[in-house]
């Protein structure tokens, strides 16, 4: 197969489609959930979307992919309604909240899905796929109806975004300004469910969670800025869902739903890793770096309170005197204010010949430890 | 006899059940309190992982090792999202939804490469299957035990001693960890031996509910408990009460409507939960409910005393103790002034003479309290 046949198959293409638009709904509208504090209702609601797609086989009595999003979509629903509920009205804390119904919906599809296989219907076939997702099955159709939720989903964050803005970063404020919060609260809600309804079919109910959670704290990392953070959050989105689906076709055999949610972990690693800023290796580097340059400023300080101590700023200091002052070799503390002209070397003393020699004060270097003590001084103050 | 009982299906399974029940809630109890309940959904998750490298490495899907290739996993898993979370870039909900779906995936994928014609499939791993426990069976002695029970019986033992042997450090960690620490003891440690406990339990549980109904099971009945009492415990002995009915009530509804067993099980176990929100003793919504209308009759009560108290034997009592005042200087409604009178009758706070309202002692007194509490 050559590459532009490779593209041109169906299967692969309504699979890389299909991911696209996953990415883009769920990195959009994780960007929201993340900054609440809700990450994990994702991984709610999508468990309690289980008993939804079977309710939705049952009543229409076929594999009909709208009915089943719609079940699908009601019980996310009820389900995060019933966590505010208990979490609201009695002493539940929200993780108990969200860890009680997530379970419990869970178990109740499990025990419709049973109920179904029990009814021998012959097209209930596939219907478990939903746990882990079946990308390969997606259907043209489905297709559609997963593009216009996500195309009505983005709308309503465009139409509302100076709301769901305001309510994410300060609920308070927003109240204040008469903002039906809770209405708002329950549409962000609920349009989390509408992206794991689209993320059903592409990586099932288990792995939805990071679909929702990794692409917003990625963008994070390189966004301080809303607008940016939701942007950057699609685009990676989108970008991991078809590198992971091209992936999975390219490697016939492994399931779509984990490659889509390894390309985007390891997008969040990176971000973690390197973003500018934020990045975990630009933090190390700063911090040796603030750690050398304190350790020669502390040397430099030290052999000026010596000259002050013996009242001669020519006063030779044993470099091994040195390092038993700081504890530690300053070899190369020493070298460096060596190569900056703040001290000079001479060789060790007749009476010593072993020792590493000994170090005096340039007047640059005088005056370099008084600017310095001085600052110190200033900051006490 | 012994031998019919080991061989009694029904028993054997409802047995496990409410062994997993138990097992699970004593150590749930303490991640609801701490507030942590979302862990055991990662470890859950995340010890797919740990089975499935602990298979490639020994070829061994249950027993000894397997359990401890869990505990090691779910020890994994909870050092992966505390780093995430110490890096202060990730919050700590987002750290946990980030780490289990990745080392889930790893584990999935690793199955599909390596592990096609074995047992482990991922949907037994999700879901077990609690009506077949009775099929892997040992003997032991002169009976065929079911390995299940065995394991579970060996995990509810394992954490009933945790619980017991440092029910005071871990009772003192959950409530007031810095106290713990400053005392000397170890609050970090202890938690990490008990989400070691929580993983090998999520293991030895798997192979019979699987792994989300394991969170079910460890998270719904200890916060049950936690809806009816505020003794520790009564929590573990309300968690187990729970489990047992559960396990009980979900067999034989699952096998009346021939569903999956370990689902209805976990299904009732929020039944009772949802009973205890409802009609729970102190914390239910109608207990909640019924004290907020006696509040607020009490303060109806009061307030009708205060009013009488005020202008009692004063120019202006002939115009203000009368029924007819409550309506213009109370703004109460006709049929509010005849409700608080009746039933402050009837509480002997006040005296009824025509149109005319007196205090009794008793009324004068709670009127008093409110008006002059210091001099009581």
């Known amino acids: ?381 | 006899m012994l031998a019919a009982f080991f061989d009694n299906i029904p028993l054997m399974i409802m047995l496990v059940g409410m062994l997993v029940g138990i097992a699970s809630s004593l150590v749930g109890t303490f991640l609801v309190l701490r507030g942590s309940s979302m862990l055991s959904d990662a470890i859950g998750h995340s010890i797919v992982f740990g089975i499935v490298i602990v298979w490639l490495l020994t070829h061994q899907q249950s027993g000894p090792i397997q359990i401890v290739g869990a505990a090691l996993t779910g020890i994994l898993t909870v050092f992966l999202t505390e780093l995430l979370i110490n890096t202060q870039r990730v919050k700590e909900d987002a750290a946990i939804g980030l780490v289990f779906p990745v080392l889930f995936s790893i584990g999935v994928l690793l199955l599909n490469l390596y592990a096609r014609d074995v047992h482990i499939d991922t949907h037994t791993v999700l879901l077990g299957e609690i009506g077949f426990v009775w099929l892997d069976t040992v003997t032991l002695g002169d009976f065929r035990v079911p390995i299940s029970l065995l394991s579970m019986g060996g995990m509810t033992l394992i954490n009933g001693l945790f619980v017991l042997l440092f029910y005071k450090e871990l009772k003192l960690a959950t409530f007031d960890a810095p106290l713990a620490k400053a005392l000397g003891f170890a609050p970090g440690v202890l938690f990490y031996a008990l989400l070691m406990l929580t993983s090998s339990t999520a293991v030895a549980a798997f192979d019979a509910v699987g792994a989300v109904l394991f969170v079910a099971f460890v998270i719904v009945p200890p916060s049950t408990a936690y809806l009816l009492t505020n003794r520790l415990w009564l929590m573990f002995v309300y968690g187990a009460l729970v489990s047992v009915l559960s396990s009980v009530s979900g067999y034989y509804l699952a096998v009346m409507w021939d569903v999956s067993i370990g689902g209805m099980m976990a299904v009732m176990t929020g039944v009772f939960l949802l009973l205890a929100f409802l009609v729970g003793p102190h914390y239910g919504l109608l207990a909640q409910m019924a004290r907020r209308r006696e509040q607020r009759r009490m303060n109806e009560n009061r307030t009708l005393a205060v009013h009488l108290y005020n202008h009692e034997s004063g120019p202006e009592q002939a115009v203000e103790n009368v029924t007819r005042a409550l309506r213009e200087h109370l703004h109460w409604d006709a049929a509010k002034a005849r409700r608080v009178v009746q039933r402050s009758r009837e509480q002997g706070h006040i005296l009824q003479n025509g149109e005319w309202l007196y205090l009794t002692p008793a009324g004068r007194a709670i009127a008093r309290e409110i008006l002059e509490p210091t001099q009581l």
């Open chain 1, 1 to 381: 197969m050559t590459m532009l046949d490779w593209l041109q198959d169906y299967t692969i293409q309504n699979v890389v489609i299909g991911a696209a638009l996953l990415g883009l709904i769920s990195g959009v509208l994780g960007s929201f959930a993340v900054l609440r504090k809700q990450s994990l209702l994702g991984d709610t609601l999508s468990h309690a979307a289980l008993p939804g797609v079977c309710i939705g086989f049952i009543i229409a009595g076929t594999r009909n992919m709208g009915s089943i999003l719609l079940g699908a979509l009601v019980s996310g629903a009820l389900a995060a309604l019933l966590m505010l509920v208990l979490t609201r009205n009695s002493r539940l804390k929200t993780d108990a909240g969200l860890g009680i119904t997530l379970s419990t919906f869970f178990a109740l599809g499990v025990v419709l899905l049973t109920y179904i296989q029990g009814m021998n219907n012959a097209s209930q076939g596939g219907l478990d796929s939903f746990l882990f997702g079946q990308a390969a099955a997606t259907l043209r159709s489905d297709l559609w109806i997963m593009g216009g939720i996500t195309v009505a989903a983005l709308g309503l964050v465009a139409l509302l975004w100076k709301e769901f803005k305001l309510v994410s970063f300060d609920p308070g404020f927003a109240a204040s300004l008469g903002l039906p919060v809770v209405w708002l609260d329950v549409l962000l809600t609920v349009m989390i469910a509408l992206a794991v309804v689209v993320g059903l079919q592409m990586v099932g109910v288990v792995l939805m969670a990071a679909m929702v959670i990794a692409p917003a704290v990625a963008a994070r990392q390189w966004s301080h800025r809303l607008e940016g953070m939701v942007t950057l959050a699609a685009v990676i989105g989108v970008s991991g869902g078809i590198f992971g689906a091209l992936l999975s076709a390219l490697s016939r055999g492994l399931a779509t739903g984990p490659l889509i949610i390894l390309s985007v972990s390891s997008v969040v690693l990176v971000s973690l890793l390197f973003a500018p800023e934020r990045g975990f290796v630009w933090e190390a580097v700063r911090l040796r770096r603030s750690r050398r340059r304190l350790r020669y400023q502390q040397v430099l300080t030290t052999l000026y309170q010596l000259a002050a101590a013996h009242a001669d700023s020519t006063y030779r200091s044993g470099q091994g005197m040195i390092d038993t002052y700081h504890g530690i070799s300053t070899q190369r503390a020493l070298h460096k204010l060596h190569r900056r002209g703040y001290v000079v070397h001479h060789a060790p003393p007749p009476e010593e010949p072993n020792t590493a020699g000994q170090w005096v004060l340039t007047p640059a270097g005088l005056s370099e430890a008084e600017r310095i003590l001085e600052s110190l001084g200033r900051e006490e103050l």
